[in-house]
């Protein structure tokens, strides 16, 4: 008798466990719903993919994707409201493991670190990393990044000690640090908080080269000072599918994401979009994502 009440009352509390986790995990739309607001976070210094207007206004490739997946939304909540909230790379991702947003937009690499805290979209984008140089950079980084001799070799002997800035807190500063092995001459990685601060140093002749993902290092030489005077690394170090980071164990809202995602894929604008923040790689750019997304 004493072990069948025992039983029970075992029983008992893990149903009133179980109902206790169910009210407290609302699903991602329920949540939109009750505020009436769709909270779109963005990396204001990704460029071409999130950046801010002139007039302060969010815009990008992925804010783009991220304004299709908020009108799939607002088919289902009536008169939604869309909250853009600028935010950090180290920061965007604690916003969303907390509900504070409900998409992250931005270059975001996905990876199973990441996915450790926060779920992501299906890819939006592919690239890698590689380098932004000065033309008259030490020659074996020439080599390293462009994977070939440059046309010209210096007479000037290579510095004892080069330094390769990175973006802080981002997937490719601990790439590059495997990437430098024993046979690279001495060199000195640096941290800088925005891309911007990065390029600034380079052109300074602060650093002698500039690692980040090369989509974004086709976008930043373009606002160089002299882009002439530069040139991009054709050597890739990673595979970087981006994707939209959103909740985890949000089984239905990343459905709708993947949904509309696709849908946009298919469609015959999407060409255009591309096109407009990728000029002339556009049609190529399309393919390369369709192969990777998920079909209807």
Do not use: W
């Not at 460029?47 to 009108?71: E, H, M, Q």
């Amino acid at each position: 008798m004493l072990a069948s009440c025992m039983r029970r009352l075992v029983l008992a509390g893990i149903v009133l466990g179980i109902s206790a986790c169910a009210a407290s995990a609302a699903q991602t739309l329920d949540l939109i719903a009750q505020r009436g607001a769709i909270r779109i976070g963005y990396v204001s210094d990704e460029a071409p993919f999130s950046f801010k207007k002139k007039d302060g206004n969010p815009t990008g490739y992925a804010i783009d994707l991220c304004g299709r997946i908020a009108d799939a939304v607002a088919s289902k909540v009536a008169n939604l409201k869309r909250d853009y909230v600028e935010t950090t790379l180290a920061d965007g991702f604690d916003a969303v493991k907390s509900g504070q947003i409900d998409l992250l937009c931005g270059a975001l690499t996905i990876n199973l670190g990441r996915r450790q805290n926060v779920d992501f979209s299906q890819p939006i984008f592919l690239t890698g990393a590689s380098a932004l140089l000065r033309k008259d950079s030490p020659d074996y980084l020439m080599v390293l990044f462009l994977d070939k001799m440059p046309t010209q070799v210096s007479a000037r002997q290579a510095p004892a000690t080069s330094t390769i800035g990175v973006r802080a807190d981002t997937t490719t500063g601990a790439t590059l640090r495997d990437a430098l092995g024993p046979d690279i001459p001495r060199t000195r990685i640096a941290d800088f908080a925005t891309h911007q601060d990065g390029l600034s140093a380079l052109e300074n002749h602060k650093i002698d080269a500039y690692f980040a993902d090369r989509a974004l290092l086709f976008d930043l030489a373009s606002h160089a000072h002299k882009p002439s005077a530069l040139v991009i690394g054709n050597r890739l170090f990673t595979h970087e599918p981006y994707g939209i980071a959103l909740r985890k164990d949000d089984s239905a809202f990343r459905l709708l994401v993947d949904q509309t995602l696709t849908e946009t894929f298919q469609s015959d604008d999407f060409t255009k979009l591309l096109s407009t923040y990728f000029g002339e790689e556009g049609p190529i750019l399309r393919r390369e994502i369709m192969m990777q997304s998920i079909p209807q």
